[in-house]
């Protein structure tokens, strides 16, 4: 049995989120042969492995996580041959390559439903469908099966009159979920993993996967949205463990996308001794800036509510072996120095934009850089819902107005919550459309370019970019980030997230490290002098931290670790 920290202790992961990555054709959508292009870049910043988002054919109503075949390269991403090239181009440069499996649900298009809808019941049954009442017309189709709310808004069933049966979708109405019940389901999808193993690839990420395992009854939820009947389901832990051992993939590098989930479960999916995945994705901690739990009600991060799960999950997750993914943002995030920090000033927006991973990449786990945040790249600045692409922004932004919000308030929230924030292009440099295309990118891109973008700050050693290589350097070289234990300390600020690191055995570097963070635009005391007399400074995003009676204070936005 593998120990997690030995196997990815000095492991760092970046996502690349293909159609806004690079773009090798003009066409205006990245694509395989961008990234092959981009390999320099990303070897020099550090990185091991590229988490590489769908690039499966799709009619991209959800941006290839509607997968109509998972076997072949979508044609607006390239082919193929592109694919092994990327893939024989970044092993050569040490790089693997982890590529994105969504198995809770395939697109409509896809074959297996396209013969469903035909009345194939051998395909039928791939899926989640359900009886409608007899009587039932497209007209008038009658109550659908559960009041489950689907992901992206408005009910989780769709009514197929010529089948006069419906079909569960969590997320948008083109993708099915698959019946995991169904032993030849779940075949089909280990072959598909093979396929993929065969080619050499990595490891793999697998999309909302602790979603697979549906209740046997179908009941409505009068408390929630039908969440608390499908998330971490009955058979979950029993089908991850199919698919690894049939995959052949235990031990690989694997992380499981895990929605709503517990500690308890996360410590299943990843610990070595159930032979599940290798590390898990969870979310509490990044909606700790919506109101009520709701993702489309704004409220300011809760730093408290943060630091107190971030502790949790750092502290429960190493005393139960399991290994966490460390990470602000992904492709369905907005960028985390918009959201958790301050880009209104260049001062404050760089240095929130180098506390965020000071704070994760000290952590225990592995740091997941998200493409454009090791360059600080923001929010976008668009003024008019027509910019917005994504399926979900623009439910929301009908829903929220049918709520009763104006127009405005409604674009106000859009702008905060969506997932296009996180999906502007990558700015490579400062000429128009950012080095991304030659052609008209798939959505704007943000203003700020000019002043941030790759070109620029590779060349800078004081940029955001060389402060993220640095982090990255730090834990390749430090035993006491890669396998120390973790224990969070009380700050004396509710707006200072502190925790130890600490190893007995460090054959090099440091044995204690204590990381102070201040997610606030105003100086903060940390911590008492005597509780870190001693330490040095190991890395800070500034060098405003100083001792004031008897209290080590933080400038604003300040990230510092101090070592022993
Ligand atoms: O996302 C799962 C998911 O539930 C969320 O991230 C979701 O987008 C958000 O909570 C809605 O408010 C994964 C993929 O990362 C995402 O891009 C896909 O759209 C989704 O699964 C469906 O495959
Ligand atoms: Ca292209």
Known sequence: MQDRAEQLGDKVVYQIYVRSFNDSNGDGIGDLKGITQRLDYLKSLGVDYLWITPFFTSPQNDNGYDVANYREVEPMFGTMEDFDELSREARARGIGLMLDMVFNHTS????WFQKALAGDSKY???YKFADAAPDA????PGEPPTNWISKFGGNAWEYVPSLNKWYLHLFDVSQADLNWDNPEVRAE???????WKAKGVSGFRFDVVNLISKPEVLENDYEGDGRRFYTDGPHIHEYLQELVREGGIDGMVTVGEMSSTSIDNCIRYSAPRYHELSQTFSFHHLKVDYLNGNKWALQEPDIKALRNLLRDWQEQ?????????????NHDQPRPNSRFGDCSTEECWRRSSELLPTCTHLMRGTPYIYQGEELGMTNPDFTSIDQYRDVESLNYYKILQDEGKTPEEAFHIVCERSRDDGRTPVQWDGTLNAGFTTGTPWIGIPQNHVTINAKAEVADPDSVWAYFHHLICLRKATPVVQKGGVHFLDAISDKVIAYERTVEDAAKGPSR???????????????TEETVAGGSAFVSNCDDFKFEDGKLVLGPWAAVALAW
Do not use: P
């Open 137 to 140: 017309t497209a007209e008038n």
């Open 317 to 329: 997750m190493t005393a139960g072996g399991g290994w966490n993914a460390l990470f602000w943002s």
């Open 513 to 527: 490290l204590v990381v102070l963070c201040n997610f606030s635009g105003e100086s903060q005391a940390a911590l």
């Open 124 to 126: 039928l049954a791939y």
């Open 108 to 111: 409509t298009s896809h074959e």
């Open 189 to 195: 999808l280990v072959d598909v993993i093979k396929f």
